[in-house]
């Protein structure tokens, strides 16, 4: 059972930033894929980024050119670097990890932008 602890999460201004942790119990290179999802309040949860083992990166066109993931591998810790926030990115955010057939969740942590 790999355990995902995230944090980072607060309140912030349109166009600030944040960083959100993602810290795995366990080797993250053990593991397929990283992934961060949100859910907005009324939403379906949506996937935002995704690391592979390899280091290849995706992320949704809405934070394309202002998210960023990176990882380092000695904290067991993959980050998401969240620049020029918009009011539209408030959500919960949680991180996910894929391991063969099995799928891992944190608790999640907000993200609030707002004026």
């Known amino acids: 059972q790999v355990q995902l602890v995230e944090s980072g999460g607060g309140l912030v201004r349109p166009g600030g930033s944040l960083r959100l942790s993602c810290a795995a119990s366990e080797n993250i290179f053990s593991l397929n894929v990283m992934n961060w999802y949100r859910q907005a309040p009324g939403r379906e949860r949506e996937l935002v980024a995704t690391?592979?083992?390899?280091?290849?990166?995706n992320y949704v066109d809405s934070v394309k050119g202002r998210f960023t993931l990176s990882r380092d591998s000695a904290k067991n810790t993959v980050y998401l670097q969240m620049d020029t926030l918009e009011p539209e990115d408030t959500a919960v955010y949680y991180c996910?990890?894929?391991?063969?057939?099995?799928?891992?969740w944190g608790q999640g942590t907000q993200v609030t932008v707002s004026s």
């Open positions: 690391i592979s083992r390899f280091g290849i990166t």
């Open positions: 996910n990890a894929q391991r063969g057939s099995a799928q891992y």
